[in-house]
């Protein structure tokens, strides 16, 4: 085992969990804030429903660009220091959409910004959790730490009835730029010097990593997130077309927000109680998430609130809980090389991001919503299927001895 992956057993705690929760759901706010307060945003900035699909594909396209590069340079000059000079610029932005932006090509340009930063950022907090967290504790960690993104969205629903209806959709965001400034003030500073990138003491470039079944698994979350994006997205402007208040619609994403953060924790949790079968069980809730889409294009074609409520309820708050333990299983297979592992399959999450909301706005604009709903069960379901594809050969990888990190040997890809 490398000196880093051992010395995670000796450091980590509540603060490390609370510190990456609260940076995740601060670099997650601008997409979902976007989403939720879409119909104040467009009233105010005058576009329709297929330039708002492109305005939050912009956020995913920056952050799919900066995936890759950022997990390398976060294993290149250490995890803390990228979160700390990511937060600042992340600040900035926030504050410029409060108080500058006034057309929709700025807005496409600044969420362009905020997704370079945020993919920079993700890799950053997986190489801090790994490094700091002990082992046993590590899928509650990575469950904390991506229900931060469900928890954006469930703030940014809560925005529409407390914040965009009362003092306007601007104020979101100013109060989004207080949360990462004061976030900032927790993260703790860089044991290494940057000197000590040169020296080989913050990470090996030359670790070697199962790519082609990163790959594979990085075609499943950009499936998964196709669907979750899309409906992230255009949820408030469903819910109100399908009958419901724009208050109504902001506090069921809320709700299912919440049930995402709750989804996420608890499977974490089980991952340290069960250390197998993980990419199993993510199967299993994207399966379950795509029968919520059948919900949503049921309560499409029938006017029923109730199920447009229980579809949400179902393909976001199931249907998107996997992500914490995706991450943890990849990490987990990768424990030498967890910013680069993440790097690649985050990819495949951030392309699958565009591509979302760009079809569920092509769909509505040119079909319907029952359409959109439609494509992205389905999206779901190869999702499942590939999560399953790629543990295959995870598990194949090990078994011929190519293992990526120390951990590996002992802990095999059928840990997934």
Partial sequence: MSPLATAATRRGGPRDFAISAIIGTVASLPVFLVGTLALEIRKSLHFGPDMLGITVAAYYLGAAVASLPGGRLSEHIGGIRVMRNSVLLLTVLLLTINFAVNSLAALIVVMVLCGLIGGVLQPALNLFLARRVTPGSQGLAFGIKQAAIPLSSALGGMAVPVIALTIGWRQAFGAAAVIAIVSYAFIPKPRHALSDSKSGILADSNIRIPKGALMVLAGAIAFGMLAASGL????VTFAVQSHLSKAAAGWVAGIAGMLTVAARILVGLFADKKQKRHFVTISSMLFTGAAGYVMLFAGERTEESWLVVAGMVTALGIGWGWNGLFNYAVVKNCADAPARATGITQVGGRLGAVIGPLVVGFSVSHGSFGLAWIICGISMLLAGALML????????????????????????????
């Avoid at 992230?232 to 949820?235: A, D, E, G, I």
């Fill in 232 to 235: 992230s997205s255009f949820w």
């Fill in 389 to 416: 594809v790629g543990r295959r050969l995870l598990i194949k990888h090990n078994r011929e001895g190519l293992d990526c990190s120390a951990e590996a040997l002992i802990a095999s890809a059928s840990t997934g």
